[in-house]
Structures are given as structure tokens and as C-alpha cells.
């Protein structure tokens, strides 16, 4: 089931990439407006959104251990790293906001909104499902290996860092080269 969940979200994120590439060469993609972007803050949210991967990866070796309180730190950790990164994209959207770059102002704005906000909301998600299986890891759900729920929701976690790699690279990188 995971597998199919990831297939159609990458379709998903494919067709969106695709979709900002292929407005940036429109005449009302105002490129000048990708100077509102601040790569260097952004940088470091990404930074700490891919470490992120590496607290779940953590995360799941530990489970398998049977380290639960290694489990329990980890995917704490795993949600304050996430948390950090959304905070760091809110950021981001009211500098932008407040220099006229939103959804309506230009086709940049329209695309670059579109696939960000719905990466945003992809992390957002996956912070709710980290959290409930940290609750339930603190009520003691987990105390026993053998649940694929873990590992499940790894992959969509890490699948998440994947897509931003290419929207960061897109988007941020590959502009100012």
C-alpha cells in the first residue's frame, strides 16, 4: 500500500516540477522575481529537513534494536527538525508576501507557491503521522519489534526529503547557475 501511496505522490510531484519548469519560460514567469528567494535561509532549512531523514533512519534502527527510548528521542527529534523547516518556508512565504510575490502576482508566483505549499503540506502531514506514532511509542505500542508501521511511514518520510531535493535544486539552485 505504501508503494502505491509514494508512486501516485511522485506522479503527483513530477507533474508539478514539470509544471514550474515549463512556466519558467513563459513571458509571465517574471524571473526577476526569484531574487525574493533567500537561498542561503532556505539552504539551511534544507540542511536540516534532510537531517531529518537521517534522525527517522535512526529512528528505525533503533525500533528494530528494541531501543525504545532511543526510538522515543529520534522521532522527537525527527519532528522538531521537520518543525524547524516549516517555520523556516513560513518564513520564507511572508517575505515574499510582503514584497508582492504571491499566488495571484505572476506566473512565478502561482507555480512556485503551488509546489512548495504542497511540499509544506506533505511535511505537515508526515509531522502528524510522526507524532502519533511518538505518542503511541510513549504509551507503548511499540515496545515489541515486528510493526511495519514504522517502516511504512519511513518511506513516505524519506520520500518527502527526496521530492524537496529536486524542488530545492529547481526552484533555488539551478536559477543561479
Do not use: C
Amino acid at each position: 500500500m505504501i508503494k502505491l501511496i509514494v508512486g501516485t505522490e511522485a506522479m503527483f510531484f513530477l507533474a508539478l516540477i514539470m509544471a514550474f519548469v515549463y512556466f519558467s519560460f513563459s513571458p509571465g514567469f517574471r524571473s526577476h522575481q526569484l531574487l525574493n528567494l533567500d537561498i542561503k535561509a532556505t539552504g539551511v532549512f534544507s540542511i536540516l529537513l534532510f537531517s531529518s531523514s537521517f534522525t527517522f533512519w535512526r529512528a528505525e534502527i533503533n525500533y528494530h534494536q528494541g531501543k525504545i527510548k532511543q526510538l522515543r528521542f529520534w522521532l522527537l527529534f525527527t519532528i522538531v527538525l521537520g518543525g524547524i523547516f516549516l517555520l523556516g518556508q513560513g518564513r520564507e512565504y511572508i517575505s515574499l508576501l510582503n514584497n508582492n510575490v504571491n499566488l495571484s502576482s505572476s506566473i512565478f508566483g502561482t507555480s512556485f507557491f503551488t509546489l512548495t505549499g504542497f511540499h509544506g503540506l506533505h511535511v505537515f502531514v508526515g509531522l502528524i503521522v510522526i507524532a502519533i506514532i511518538t505518542a503511541l511509542a510513549f504509551a507503548g505500542d511499540y515496545n515489541k519489534p515486528g510493526s511495519s508501521v514504522i517502516d511504512s511511514v519511513g518511506i513516505y518520510w524519506h520520500f518527502v526529503d527526496i521530492v524537496w531535493l529536486f524542488v530545492f535544486t529547481i526552484v533555488y539552485v539551478v536559477p543561479h547557475l
